[in-house]
């Protein structure tokens, strides 16, 4: 099983308390109608010290925000790097990113990608690198929209099976890295990594043509791509990976 009860919570706190930080709504501990479904969740995270309370209303604390800034940093990552491997041509080892900046518009990006010889190897890339296969499908949900917190009774949609038996069944069925090969792997990933600077290379020369920040801008940019050079080892994972998020 890939998605266990623990990840499970993990990913329905990791939503709780980004709505709590970045959302408008101010969720009651008082009934307050499709809200009240989220208590049992509200009373667990208030329990670990994940969320406080401040007169009515539920708050993330010191130590939440803490875990999502944490989530936030590896959702980066997943967006600059595990995401280029959602599209990709494994018989001749093209990646469908590789012509990102080439189209002018979203629909002539989506007719591209959605190619179907393109494969989506994320998860392989995940496991091979030891990270856990259903947090980067929660996080490609998010990248989706698949967690709409304005939709009407989003919150029995967080609390029921059925989005996360989706997660299950993505990950039971995509590609495993034994069936690319050991080498294929090292491979591909090691592609991979030289795409996505390539591709912060070129994203940040566009921004230095939209803003005028001079050499400030030059100094951000450096870092960032300082940043992901260790990527370049296939079996290199950032240590943000490796903190857990909660200790229920």
């Given at each position: 099983?890939?998605?266990?009860?623990?990840?499970?919570?993990?990913?329905?706190?990791?939503?709780?308390?980004?709505?709590?930080?970045?959302?408008?709504?101010?969720?009651?501990?008082?009934?307050?109608?499709?809200d009240k479904l989220l208590e049992p969740l509200f009373v667990d995270l208030m329990s670990h010290g994940y969320i406080e309370v401040k007169g009515q209303y539920?708050?993330?604390?010191?130590?939440?925000?803490?875990?999502?800034?944490?989530?936030?940093?590896?959702?980066?990552?997943?967006?600059?790097?595990?995401?280029?491997?959602?599209?990709?041509?494994?018989?001749?080892?093209?990646?469908?990113?590789?012509?990102?900046?080439?189209?002018?518009?979203?629909?002539?990006?989506?007719?591209?990608?959605?190619?179907?010889?393109?494969?989506?190897?994320?998860?392989?890339?995940?496991?091979?690198?030891?990270?856990?296969?259903?947090?980067?499908?929660?996080?490609?949900?998010?990248?989706?929209?698949?967690?709409?917190?304005?939709?009407?009774?989003?919150?029995?949609?967080?609390?029921?099976?059925?989005?996360w038996g989706q997660i299950e069944r993505i990950c039971a069925t995509a590609i495993k890295p034994e069936e690319i090969g050991d080498d294929a792997m090292k491979d591909m990933i090691e592609q991979g990594a030289d795409l996505m600077m390539k591709l912060l290379e070129e994203e940040?020369?566009?921004?230095?043509?939209?803003?005028?920040?001079?050499?400030?801008?030059?100094?951000?940019?450096?870092?960032?791509?300082?940043?992901?050079?260790?990527?370049?080892?296939?079996?290199?994972?950032?240590?943000?990976?490796?903190?857990?998020?909660?200790?229920?």
């Open positions: 099983m890939f998605v266990t009860d623990s990840n499970k919570k993990t990913f329905q706190s990791i939503i709780l308390l980004n709505e709590l930080v970045n959302g408008t709504h101010k969720y009651s501990t008082i009934d307050n109608g499709d539920y708050e993330a604390s010191a130590k939440g925000i803490e875990v999502l800034n944490i989530f936030m940093k590896r959702y980066t990552e997943y967006l600059k790097l595990y995401d280029i491997f959602s599209f990709v041509d494994l018989e001749k080892g093209e990646f469908a990113f590789s012509q990102y900046f080439d189209f002018d518009t979203d629909q002539e990006w989506d007719n591209y990608k959605n190619d179907q010889r393109f494969d989506d190897v994320r998860i392989a890339v995940a496991l091979f690198k030891k990270l856990d296969p259903a947090e980067i499908v929660f996080m490609s949900f998010i990248n989706e929209g698949r967690f709409d917190t304005t939709a009407n009774a989003w919150q029995m949609d967080l609390l029921s099976n059925d989005i940040n020369k566009r921004q230095q043509q939209n803003n005028d920040q001079g050499n400030a801008t030059e100094v951000v940019e450096e870092e960032t791509v300082e940043y992901y050079q260790p990527y370049y080892d296939p079996f290199y994972v950032s240590p943000i990976w490796l903190l857990p998020l909660f200790l229920w």
